[in-house]
Structures are given as C-alpha cells and as structure tokens.
C-alpha cells in the first residue's frame, strides 16, 4: 500500500509547551488508523496540524504526493482531507441539509449538483428524516453523523475523525462503527482519534499511540495492547481501575 | 439514495424557490400602482423612504445578516454614492444614472481596500472600526472644499427628467425609481441565497473554524458580501441626493444613516430575505410620523421610538418580525 499522507519530524510548540515532538508517521491507502493515548498525549495537536488548523513549528506534512505543510485549512480541503471537530461545530443558522450543502459547494459549484450531492450524502450516513431540521436541533449523536455527512460531501480522499464514537450508547456505538466501516469501504482513509479502547481496538486496522507529544507505538491493534510500554502509559491505568 | 427521492425533493424545493419569486413579483407590481391613490406629497415622501431604507437594509444585510459582519458604518457608502453622483453632475454634467452606477463601483472598491484591514479584526472590534472609519469620512467630506465642505452641494434646477432624475413637481417617479432599486436589491439576495456565496457567508457567520475546513476561504467570501452590499448602499445614496437635490455631510453621512439602515433588518429579520423589506415598512413609517408630528424641535423623538422598539423586539422575539409569519419562504427549508 502506498502512502496516502506522511509527517517528517513534525513539531508543534505551544508557548514553549511541547505538544507534538518530532511525529513521523505515515497513513496508508485504505486503511483505518487510530489514534490513541492519554489525555494531553498531543492527539489533538497532531489531528489539527493535519488538517491545517494551524500550522507546524517545525516539520513537513505531505499528502498525496505533494507538500502541504504550507497550506491553510481550506485549501487543504480542495486537496481531498476533510474532518470532524470533537465538539461538533454545526452552522445553527442552517438546516440540516443546507449544512451539508457547504461541505458539497467544494466539489460542486453549482448550488443545484450541491443540493442533490447533499441528500445523497444524507442518506447514506442516515439522517434522511432531518434534512429540514434546524441543525441546532439535532440530538448529540445525530450532530456526530451531521459532522461525518459534511465532511463526507466534501469528497475527501482521508477523513479525520475526532472522537465520533465518544459518548454514544452501544447501540448508537455500534451503528457508528457500521458508518466507519461502510465509508472506509467507499475507498477513504480514516484516521480517527479515539479514547473508547474497546470501540477503536477491534475497528482499526492500525493504531499509533501518542504520549507526551511523542509516538509511543505504533502497529495492530492485538500487539498494541500487549505492548508493556502502551499498558504503563495509558491502558495500565484504566486495567487497574478496573 | 433512491434517485425519485432526491429528484422529488429537489422538485419541492425549485418550486418554493419560484413560489417566493411569484410573490415579490406580485407585491412589487402591487406596489407600483400605490401612487395611482396616494396623490398627497408628504403620504408620497413617506413611501419612498420606506422603499429607500427598504433597499438600503437589504444591501447591508448581505454583509451583516447573511455574512454576519456587522458594520455601522454603511453610512460612508452611502455617502459616497450620494457625493459620487452630485460631483459628477454638478461639477461636470455627467448624467446621474452613470454617477450611480460610478458611485457604486467606488464605494465597492473602499470596501474592499477598509476589508483587507478590518476583516482581520473579529466581531464587536470590526464593528467598531466601522464606526470610525464612517466617521472619519464624514470629518474628511466636512472640510473638503471641492465637495462644498460644510455647505453640501446644491443640484442645479432644471426641467423635470428622468435623464437627470430631476422631478421639482410629481414626486412619483422616484417612487417608481426606489421600487425598482428595491426590487434588484431583493433579486440579487434572492438569487444569492441559492449560491454558492449565500452559502458560504453563511457558514462563516455561524462558525468560521468549521467552514474553512469545508474548504471555505473565509477572507474572500467577507470581502465578497461587503463589495456588493456597499455597491447597492451607495447606489441608494446617489438617488438620494437626486431625490433631494441637495446634499451636506451630515444628511448623507451621520451615524444616524448607518444606524437606520441595520436598523428595518434587525427588526424584520437578520440575515433573511423578507426581513429588511418588513421591518422598513413597520419601523419607517412610524419614525417619520412621530418625527412631524410629535417631534418638533425635540429631534430625539425617533431615536426614541428605535430604542424602544429594539426593546421589544429583543425581548419578544429575538429572531425578528419575520419568525412572526408562517413560513414565508417554503423553499428556504425543504
């Protein structure tokens, strides 16, 4: 598999604070990687860098065989990355489906192909019901599926996904991991930043765990938490309290 | 999904949009034939103030109600439409129809050289930019001699014309005129709300982090909004001063402008297309007949009705007048 995006060295200094320290990872082609670790491990920081949220101390990002570390968000967003944002981030003004008709704008201009790409991307995350609906009146897992169909208009080659399946029932959980799946499926690459172990562990193809700005490790799921130096840092805690 | 189900909703939603269209057509062809029974002047010059702030409202919400910038400041636009097409006429006989169209391209492009320095402020500070800014002009026009300075401009008098826009008698063409500035400015938001910018502007104004990972470019759409809502302001304000046929800076200019032309969009409906033309039809009326009747030599008497007007509003209903109705605009929301 090639490689779909690749961080060299990349550094992130907040106020003298090190929040990403010489990261490089690279994504593949097709797969599902999560990323994983404490709080305050630097996932955050890493997630916005890659989608351009603000820009690298130091370091390069390349995506799809070109240099985009110099690149604002929007832009990285015509080049094929889309995201979600933790705290979903709806335009409350707009209905349901004129907020997927922004994310659609990109790829199609014309306001009428928009409109239609829009209800076809809402029908495939399942929110066909709430097309009308103001967007501010959705329920906390329908903003997350909201977020994922926005992103999702914008035809993206990699999607981010901050924290989807955080918070959700189980049958909510595992409708959403249908939804990661089912995208991946379409042919886009899914990174997604996850604190629910059990959720992210059996979906993901790989896992890279952060920890201190740093990557602690990086390989399958079933290695990962096996890894001593992964159990001390982050799945210890939790096993213990357990 | 199913190909009908889309094709059907995309039926619904074309059809509400003409619906809408229909409608202002109907009410402006309605409103064209008002001055056919209202024969008195003052009735007259009421009317076309309304339809004035009417446009006016309707040029500043493209930048403040659908971009969500809110400037207090479209006073200097329409200050420099107004003193664009008198310099043009008077000084140099160019007919006011090209001082209009003039005064419009100029204003767009202050606007567009004052948002490449203010649209990098956020919210509350853009605003009050604005405000200086306005009031910076009006200090400029105010010692400017070749702009008459203090004294304004007096258009010369001549035969009544729609050339030159003169009408000393039969204030009913500027009726006719002010409805049809009316009508374009309608049009425009009409046909920009289903658009790819009345999207974007949109986006920017609820939450400019998540539209520019959408792949919008923040800065251009602001600039965008504030180009075409000044060109439509100062288009206003050269038809004022042919309206009037005199201008000074502190008619044209004052903060007061500014003030009533957010003003009928607040009250009808921020950043919604029936919004500013509703809230011009409640709220210009009101303040001129308070002003002749109860104001006198107390000028503040309307500023007092705007007040307590914002009042009521904000506490009854935040959205505006417009939330009042059943949806007008069935296209809007399918």
Known sequence: ?242 | MTGPMVSSEMTAFRRGRLRELALAGVLVIAAATVPLFVRDAYSMNVLILTLLYAALSQSWNILSGYCGQISLGHALYFGLGAYTTSLLYVHYGVLPWIGLAAGGALAALVALALGAMCFRLAGHYFTIATIVIAEIGLTLIHNWDYAGAAMGIQWPFGPDSWATLQFARDKTPYFHFVLGLFAVTWLATWLIEESRWGYWWRAVKDNADAAESLGVTIFSSKMMAAAISAFFTAVGGGFYAAFLSYIDPDSVMSFRLSLLMALPAVIGGIGTLWGPVIGAVVLIPMTEVTRSYIGGSGAGTDLIVYGGLIMVIALARPEGLLSLLPRLSAGKTP
């Not at chain 1, 593949?28 to 955050?44: F, M, T």
């Not at chain 1, 199609?108 to 399942?126: F, M, Q, W």
Request: glycine share 10%.
């Open chain 1, 1 to 242: 598999m090639t490689a779909l995006l690749t961080c060299e060295a990349v550094t992130r200094v907040f106020d003298g604070l090190i929040a990403n320290k010489d990261i490089s990872v690279e994504i593949r082609q097709g797969e599902i990687v999560g990323l994983i670790g404490p709080n305050g491990a630097g996932k955050s920081t890493l997630f916005n860098l890659i989608a351009g949220s603000f820009p690298v101390t130091s370091g390069r990002i390349a995506f799809d065989g070109r240099d985009i570390t110099g690149l604002p968000a929007a832009a990285r967003c015509h080049a094929g990355i889309a995201r979600t944002f933790q705290v979903p981030r709806s335009f409350d003004s707009m209905s349901v489906l004129e907020n997927v008709i922004v994310g659609a704008l990109v790829r199609y201009p014309k306001a009428r192909s928009a409109r239609i790409k829009a209800l076809e991307t809402l029908d495939y995350v399942g929110l066909t019901g709430r097309t009308a609906r103001p967007a501010g009146d959705l329920t906390p897992p329908e903003r997350r599926r909201l977020e994922i169909a926005r992103a999702l208009a914008t035809e993206p080659k990699l999607l981010l996904l901050d924290e989807v399946l955080t918070g959700l029932t189980p049958a909510e959980s595992r409708s959403g991991v249908e939804l990661v799946r089912r995208i991946r499926d379409s042919g886009i690459t899914i990174v997604m930043v996850e604190h629910v172990m059990e959720v992210v562990m059996p979906l993901v193809d790989r896992a890279i765990v952060l920890h201190l700005g740093e990557v602690l490790a990086e390989g399958r799921p079933s290695d990962i938490v096996r890894d001593p130096a992964v159990i001390g840092a982050y799945l210890g805690d939790r096993h213990r309290a357990a």
